[in-house]
């Protein structure tokens, strides 16, 4: 079974680049036709898609933060990675790393402020 995990600091300042790492273990992030992606909650809101990663490197990210957002991976080390630039305390969320097949991350929490 597909394990993922987040990681990252938990606290970003405004203007700043928020940085997570998502670590994927029991799979493979190039296995074929399979799709790795970032979604945040902000509080008090519904889930948003950030952005996904192909198997193949191809990335796609939300048109709304599509000028913020790098999705990038490693897979010498099955890692897929979301920077997000400028950042606003509207930024502020848990954000999750989550697979195709079903799994998701348990979640960190990031809180943009001074």
């Known amino acids: 079974q597909v394990q993922l995990q987040e990681s990252g600091p938990g606290l970003v300042k405004p203007s700043q680049t928020l940085s997570l790492t998502c670590t994927v273990s029991g799979g493979s992030i190039t296995t074929n036709y399979y799709y790795w992606t970032w979604i945040r909650q902000p509080p008090g809101k519904g889930l948003e898609w950030i952005g996904s990663?192909?198997?193949?490197?191809?990335?796609y990210s939300s048109p709304s933060l599509k000028s913020r957002t790098s999705i990038s991976r490693d897979t010498s080390k099955n890692q897929f990675t979301l920077q997000l630039r400028s950042v606003t305390p509207e930024d502020t969320a848990v954000y999750y790393c989550a697979s195709m097949s079903g799994s998701w991350g348990q979640g960190t929490q990031v809180t943009v402020s001074s």
């Open positions: 990663i192909s198997y193949s490197g191809s990335t």
